[in-house]
């Protein structure tokens, strides 16, 4: 009797859940998936089946959308490369998971739409100011931005330096796209939401998360080409985790951002033009005088081992400091600190050293440095302070 009890319950069960899912997958399986207006059916089903929790008062989140591959469609549920970053509008995706709705009141804006490694410093100025106009307002607690993972790190740092307020600012992507099995972008989405919603997120400065993971702007950077676990910080680590909802801090960087920086920007701020010339063997002074050439105001260095630069490239590099171009040594090993009159003799070449910025967020605050002095010695605590 037991048993066919037991074998009744587990054939209701199994036509309850295929029933429940087979107009879902009926839409995201090759063939059908390409379309915004699919995705945005699939999810009006969806919203159907979410009952809404009965919380009194859900944080107010703004979702600022600029594309990458968390709004990117593939051809079959199979093509996790050789995508389309930023096809869905932002409302595709906050319709795409219902469930936020039982966390946050979100509401979104379409700030860009591109793929990230087609972001500009006009991108950045935008974006910028958006994210500052959003958070002036009372009502709004905080601030997601979906971007693209691959340039995600450096618009993060920019925003860390130029967000004039302690409400959280969340970066989230994705490394499948929409369309794919196992897209990783609605819980991304989901989790970024909850962090953003959460007073313990506040005054932390600009955090990316993707995978469940909690990352400092600063520290943050993309170490895989395609895993889901690609965002590291290296040497030092997640600052937490976000599980079912809620976001769980272990630390915070020291380094100071958001309102404690003197960087402001507006949409018509010049950037001024900041290079990166990569070290390698056999190197050449010819890139760095042609960035010179060109205009730079700094050259950041992405130098071998410590910061070294080459003998073939050094007098390149002296050469355009006393042109007036900065330079900036960092380091491309991935990690670790470049050591002042370490590998160089950065007082008597009036060099600065980017600290354990890795090359790509050296130019940023370069960048952002460069708007206010020219002086090496505060840009060099600049390097040791933000
Ligand atoms: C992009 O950065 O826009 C494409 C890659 C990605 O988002 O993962």
Known sequence: M???YATFALLFALTLATVMTLPIFAQVLPGNVTSTAMLQSRSSDMIAQVPTAPTAKRPNVVLLATGGT?????????????????KLPVTALINAVPELKNIANVTGEQVLQIASENMTNEGLLKLADRVNAVLAKPDVDGVVITHGT????????????????????????????????????????????????SPAAVGK????SLNDQISAAREVTKTNTTS??????PDLGYLGYVELGKPYFY???????????????TPTTKLPQVDIIYGYGNNSPVLLNAAVADGAKGIVYAGVGDGSISVQLEPAAIAARKKGVIIARSARAGSGRVVRNGEEKDDEYDFIVADNL???KARILLMLGLIITNDTKALQD?????
Not at 70 to 86: D, E, K, L, N, P
Not at 154 to 160: G, K, M, V
Not at 251 to 265: E, L, Y
Request: without cysteine; charged residues 15%; proline residues 5%.
């Open 2 to 4: 037991r048993k066919r």
């Open 382 to 386: 600049m390097f040791y302070t933000y």
């Open 70 to 86: 968390i709004a990117g469609t593939g051809a079959t549920s199979t093509t996790t490369a050789g995508y389309q970053a930023a």
């Open 251 to 265: 630390r915070t960087s020291t380094r100071k951002h958001t309102t404690a920086t003197p960087f402001t920007v």
């Open 205 to 208: 400065g600009v955090l990316v």
């Open 150 to 197: 691959d340039t995600i790190e450096e618009t993060a740092y920019f925003l860390n330096l130029v967000t004039k307020s302690e409400k959280p600012v969340v970066i989230v992507g994705a490394m499948r796209p929409a369309t794919a099995l196992s897209a990783d972008g609605p819980l991304n989405l989901y989790n970024a939401v909850a962090i953003a919603g």
């Open 228 to 233: 889901l676990n690609t965002f590291q910080s």
């Open 358 to 360: 890795n090359p790509q």
